[in-house]
């Protein structure tokens, strides 16, 4: 199979597909069924007061990590011959990976990630895919966030959770305004979050919700209710007041980088959102040339916006809730290109963490050359991830929500 043609002039930053909705705009009958699907700070605030997470529920957090991560360089099989023949300029040098075990390590840029692994709380699923492959970023993609491999459907997996769990906009929330085919079901969308300055009330308004926040021993028990509404309102919105700086724009670039992104995630966990699903994004991956420092400089970016989150969160009783996946559309091929960088491919590592994780292997590793037209095979049915997911995390019979779900893997405790 040849890989699908680059265009370096228009970077893959999963942002440039038709298919990828505007939630400002209209999504078709959806947003007619659902309602709009942007909503704003004061939105979630109000509902993390009025409607709070119940404690103890799970929560998961996708990180989508657009452009086709190589799973080479990311997991590494450092003491595989193949991969030193295969990358002789590319493939790390066994004393630069973080060793895993014997035979595989993580890229050099991934230490908050292998002090994960050391503390059994990272599983390292190897070998994912689907059958088929396709080397277009927009197809993989499409095929990722729809969980449908052979047939285009016109709803993603977590929007088809949102069908079954009852359509509530907030039980799934996107960080930034545009909306993903994942998060988009037949009847549902998810909400989505701008990453852009908040939306502040003028001072006269803060001093009128302070008064309307204060108890007095003169109220009935539904003024004292509604006071205790309000109060919560300032408590949440205290909360989010810091990463949303009162209003003060820091650059697009700050405003939607992973760390921000995962911190707005934290802090909406942390004021009890009712949120059961929250996806975020990174682009960058698509490493066709000088591909060494590239990728371990965003591998670097995303490992320290992980680490962030996970120190947000330290202390916090919900943090035990929090599972995440990363992922992207697909690996790239196990030979070196001319350019010292790598094209398009099939098969890559997909990592969950979280307390709730069985540390460790899942999946088979690939092998580096038993292979199909220079390409991975896959050994994992994404499906599987998700399967286990929806059943484990979310609560979810998954045949609800997938046309076929392989055996679990087992990287989640029940």
Known sequence: MTPAPTRPDRPMDGLTRRTLLRASGVVGATALLAGAARVGWEDVMQRAASTPLTPGTPILVLVTMYGGNDGLNTVVPYA????????????????????????????????????????????????????????????????????????????????????????????????????????????????????????????SGDAVIGLLARPDPADTQAAAQVAASYAAVQRVEATFAPALGGGTSTGPGDRSSLATQLDLVARCIQAGAPTRVYAVSVSGFDTHADEL?????????????????????????????????????????????????????????????????????????????????????????????????????????PARVLDTHPAPLGFLAT
């Open 80 to 203: 595989d011959p193949a991969y030193h023949d295969a990358r002789p300029g590319l493939a790390y040098p066994p004393e630069k990976v973080l060793h895993l075990d014997a035979e595989l390590g993580l890229n050099p840029g991934l230490t908050g990630l292998a002090q994960l692994w050391q503390d059994r709380r990272l599983a390292v699923i190897r070998g994912v895919g689907y059958p088929r492959p396709d080397h277009s970023h927009f197809r993989s993609m499409d095929i990722w966030q729809t969980a449908s491999p052979q047939t285009p459907v016109p709803s993603g997996w977590i929007g088809r959770w949102l069908d079954v769990a009852g359509g509530d906009p907030l039980l799934a929330l996107n960080i930034g305004d545009v909306l993903p085919p994942l998060a988009v079901g037949n009847t549902s969308t998810a909400a989505a979050l701008s990453t852009g300055p908040a939306r502040r009330r003028a001072p």
């Open 293 to 397: 420092v590239a990728q371990q400089a965003q591998l670097t970016s995303v490992d320290r916006a992980l680490t962030g989150f996970g120190t947000a969160l330290a202390g916090h009783a919900r943090a035990a809730d929090v599972v995440v996946m990363a992922y992207s559309e697909f690996g790239r091929r196990v030979k070196a290109n001319a350019s010292e960088g790598t094209d398009h491919g099939t098969a890559g590592p997909v990592f969950v963490m979280g307390d709730r994780v069985r540390g460790g292997f899942h999946g088979d590793q690939p092998s580096l050359t038993d292979l199909d037209d220079g390409d991975l095979r896959t050994t994992t049915d994404f499906r599987a991830v998700y399967g286990e997911l929806l059943a484990t995390v979310l609560g979810t019979d």
